[in-house]
Structures are given as structure tokens and as C-alpha cells.
């Protein structure tokens, strides 16, 4: 496609319920990234991927949180027994890799969790 | 760890007025500088960035930064805003090398709104 997608673009939750963010990174783009940005924290970096190696985990908030790539395409981000702090916007983006390359963001999902 | 700091929270401004918006970064080591814009209801956008070179760059829309090393600085400019730039700004870095590579650390943010 031509930009990073992402789905669902909105998703409330009840507190404790399991949710499934997805992302589509570009075509060809060999890095892909997850942040969340909330209205306290900012822009926050959560976890990194690039090709076959391991993932740059160290950003995940808690062991609630993990992610997976799978074929070095599409992404799913996965919150286990959501929390009300875990309301946010969930940004990814990806691209090219390597150290002089951009990062190109999707429109994000906002996690609203009741 | 790496740090960004955006000196402005929200700042206000007339249609033909002049920008700054002000960045300062903390790593001793080599990175890359950018400047995101993000315009109400839309996705992040890269306005501009910096590798290496001239630390002079321009970016989109007539933006421009000047990146200035002895002072972790990458200020963002524009000589006359228009009201289609009212928007949030962010700067962010991310090094060269080493176990963060690739990430990015932003700043809080800048709101701009401009007035007609």
C-alpha cells in the first residue's frame, strides 16, 4: 500500500479483556515500530523490529504487553487483561532500516479501556 | 538515555508572523534529528530531517531547522506561518549506533495555533 495502515482505528474494551492491535507496514520496509502516545506520557517507544533479528523489546510497560511480526510484514500488538492506564493512542511505523533511515507512521488506534 | 526537550508547550501566533520553536537533545553520541508534524485529525508526517551535511535543512511546506551541534539544539523555523500550519510539532531523535538504534525519542510536543 502506499502508507503504513493500521486497524481497528478505534477499540474500547472492557478493563481485563484481551485486545489485538494490527499494522501494515510499507511494502519493502525491513523495520517496523510500535509507541504509544497518551495524553501523560508523550510519544513513547515500545518495541522495534528489523528483519529476522530479535526484537527490541526493552519498551514494553509491562508482561502484559508483547508483539510479533510475522512473514516480516504485518505486526500485531497484543495487550493481555487491559488497565484503564493503558488508554492511548497505539502508533506504528516502519522503514527502510539502517542507521540514516525515516520512519513512516500509520494513523494509529486509540485504545479507550472502561 | 536519550532526552528531548521542547522549550514550548503552546505558543500562539498571527497569519505572517515569524516561527521558532525550540529542541534540545541530550547523547554524547552520533544521531539523526527530525521534526514530525501531526495536523488535527491526521497521522504523524515527517516535516524535515537531518542525517549529516549542511545543517541547514529545509523541509516541506517552507519549513526549515538548523541544527547546531555544540548546542544539542535542532530549532525549527518558518519566516511567515499561515493558518493551515495551526498543528502539533515534535522533535525527535534517534542514534546512530548502539542498543537504541533506531528508536525514536520524541519531545512533548509543541502546539501551534495560528490566527487569520
Known amino acids: 500500500g502506499a502508507g503504513v495502515s493500521q486497524s481497528p482505528s478505534n477499540k474500547v474494551t472492557e478493563k481485563g479483556k484481551d485486545v489485538e492491535l494490527r499494522c501494515d507496514p510499507i511494502?519493502?520496509?525491513?523495520?517496523l515500530y510500535w509507541y504509544r502516545q497518551s495524553l501523560g506520557q508523550g510519544l513513547e517507544f515500545l518495541i522495534y523490529?528489523?528483519?529476522?533479528?530479535?526484537?527490541?523489546k526493552s519498551g514494553l510497560p509491562s508482561d502484559r504487553f508483547s508483539a510479533e511480526r510475522t512473514g516480516g510484514s504485518v505486526s500485531t500488538l497484543t495487550i493481555q487483561r487491559t488497565q484503564q492506564e493503558d488508554s492511548a493512542v497505539y502508533l506504528c511505523?516502519?522503514?527502510?532500516?539502517?542507521?540514516?533511515?525515516?520512519?513512516?507512521f500509520g494513523p494509529g488506534t486509540r485504545l479507550t479501556v472502561t | 538515555a536519550q532526552s528531548v526537550s521542547q522549550h514550548n508547550h503552546h505558543v500562539i501566533l498571527s497569519e505572517a508572523a515569524s516561527l521558532e520553536l525550540g529542541c534540545n537533545y541530550s547523547y554524547g553520541g552520533t544521531v539523526n534529528l527530525f521534526w514530525y508534524v501531526q495536523y488535527p485529525g491526521q497521522h504523524l508526517q515527517l516535516l524535515l530531517k537531518y542525517f549529516s551535511g549542511d545543517p541547514l535543512v529545509k523541509g516541506i511546506k517552507g519549513f526549515e531547522a538548523e541544527f547546531i551541534k555544540s548546542k544539542f539544539s535542532f530549532n525549527l523555523r518558518k519566516p511567515s506561518v499561515q493558518w493551515s500550519d495551526t498543528a502539533e510539532y515534535f522533535c525527535?531523535?534517534?542514534?546512530?549506533?548502539?542498543?537504541?538504534?533506531?528508536?525514536?525519542?520524541f519531545g512533548r510536543g509543541t502546539q501551534l495555533t495560528v490566527w487569520p
Open positions: 525527535a531523535v534517534n542514534a546512530r549506533r548502539g542498543s537504541t538504534l533506531g528508536r525514536l525519542y
Open positions: 523490529f528489523q528483519g529476522n533479528s530479535a526484537p527490541d
Open positions: 511494502s519493502g520496509h525491513t523495520a
Open positions: 511505523a516502519s522503514s527502510l532500516g539502517g542507521s540514516l533511515s525515516e520512519q513512516y
